[in-house]
């Protein structure tokens, strides 16, 4: 099993920056892929980003290229999402997210393991 725990979430205003952390534990040698995905109130769950573990590759959401940067340490098994330029549609619950598969890209069925969320609200 793997464990996911997201941090870094709280209330900023619109413009400015916001380091979200997701820590793994357990199984996390079966990690291929992790990404985030954000849900609003009243709106289904949608994909943010993901990044492959061993090689850095990344797949953004076009809501969120050149704003929000994905990255991770292979040493502390924590992935991190830096999100600048935020605007008041970004607010959402934010979730951390890890596949065994290859290649999940944005489809959340191929995730795996979940964390339990971080709330991310901007104001304008």
């Known amino acids: 099993q793997v464990q996911l725990v997201e941090s870094g979430g709280g209330l900023v205003q619109a413009g400015t920056s916001l380091r979200l952390s997701c820590a793994a534990s357990?199984?996390?040698?079966?990690?291929?892929?992790m990404g985030w995905f954000r849900q609003a109130p009243g709106k289904e769950r949608e994909f943010v980003v993901c990044i492959r573990w061993n090689d850095g590759s990344t797949y953004y959401a076009d809501s969120v290229k050149g704003r929000f940067t994905i990255s991770r340490d292979n040493v502390k098994n924590t992935m991190y999402l830096q999100m600048n330029s935020l605007k008041p549609e970004d607010t959402a619950v934010y979730y951390c997210a890890a596949a065994r598969s290859a290649f999940p890209g944005n489809r959340a069925t191929l995730y795996n393991y979940w964390g339990q969320g971080t709330q991310v609200t901007v104001s304008s």
């Open positions: 357990g199984r996390t040698f079966s990690i291929d892929t």
